[in-house]
């Protein structure tokens, strides 16, 4: 059974950093692209960032220059490097994969995500 377990979450001031890890288990990771969500409170939750099997990533215009994702295949895990948090920024984040490069549905359950809140 496939599961992903998202860390790394906190409280940072505006401008500060975080990097949030997802170990996942099972044979979701190794052959599919990784991506991060993240849902704000009262809205959807929306995809941030994917990175492909090869190492190919993109990112939603309102974190592209401040998000970093990147993998570990050795480790089944994927990252989130997030630099010059906004407000905006405060929401819970998932990770799940996707079937493409440029896919949107989430191919595993969800894990129980990982809070950000930025604040001053």
């Known amino acids: 059974q496939v599961q992903l377990v998202e860390s790394g979450g906190g409280l940072v001031q505006p401008g500060g950093s975080l990097r949030l890890s997802c170990a996942a288990s099972g044979s979701i990771f190794s052959s599919n692209t990784m991506a991060w969500y993240r849902q704000a409170p009262g809205k959807q939750r929306e995809l941030v960032a994917r990175?492909?099997?090869?190492?190919?990533?993109n990112y939603a215009d309102s974190v592209k220059g401040r998000f970093t994702i990147s993998r570990d295949n050795a480790k089944s895990t994927v990252y989130l490097q997030m630099n010059n948090l906004k407000l905006e920024d405060t929401a819970i984040y998932y990770c799940?994969?996707?079937?493409?490069?440029?896919?949107?549905?989430?191919?595993?359950?969800w894990g129980q995500g990982t809070q950000v809140t930025v604040s001053s």
């Open positions: 990175i492909s099997t090869g190492g190919f990533t």
């Open positions: 799940n994969a996707v079937p493409s490069p440029w896919g949107i549905r989430p191919l595993g359950a």
